[in-house]
DNA sequence: TTAAGTGTGTTAGTTGAAATAGTACACTTA
DNA sequence: TAAGTGTACTATTTCAACTAACACACTTAA
């Protein structure tokens, strides 16, 4: 089912959670199904535990899995990512907002661009 | 004029275009006046000429100095900065547009959001 | 209670990219 | 031509990220 690419530079969990991910957003999971146990996965690739943990670690915070302490992981509800992925979207767009004023650009002015009602800030 | 503080744990060269990038901002310095040369400085600092060679490439592509080939850098004048600011800015806004719109999320609701007529995405 | 499963935390080793240095080259001016 | 300037290439160093080893803690079922 996962199959880590050697020749792929980017790291062991990062390939791990991407793959993981595709696989919830295309609903191949069942929302609560169990994922593999952190040390069965390691087993089968042939890794570290500690690196599906990671991976898992993250998958968590982005909220496409959860964690039961002594039980496992589980798939979330296929809608609580999107949640998440706006929650950091709004943060990124509080944060950039900021910058913008403080070199002189007002909210209405990014408002307007981003509506493409101006054609530059 | 320009100390380095080892420790401080950020790099020489990182910590030398931020000092002068405030001594530009405050209007410290002329414009078109010229800035220590590579090799003066780096002596000075008992550093590698390399190392502020980076450091003035920085600024450069800030907007905040310019090169002369041979002859040496100088100071930009004052508002050059400001556009290669908020050239950047814009740039960023468009890519977290299009991250938002990947999600759902309209152009609508982001500008209401920006101008405080929504409170979230 | 115990055994076999689960996740977690701490520490140590590895490794690759970023930072820095050494050195040689090229342009500008007097 | 000499003494100043920036630049390019390569080598070395350093440090943070990644991975592994191992011990600990929780959950469940027999």
Redesign the interface.
Known sequence: MIVIDYKDSRPIYEQIVEKFQKLIVKGVFEADSQMPSVRSLAMELSINPNTIQKAYAELERRGFIYTIKGRGNFVSSGKEY?KY??GE??I??DK??E??ES???K??K???????KEM??
Do not use: P, W
């Open positions: 999107l992925k706006i979207i709004q990124k767009f950039l907002c910058e913008a070199v002189g650009v909210r209405e990014i408002a307007a661009y981003i509506l493409g530059s800030l």
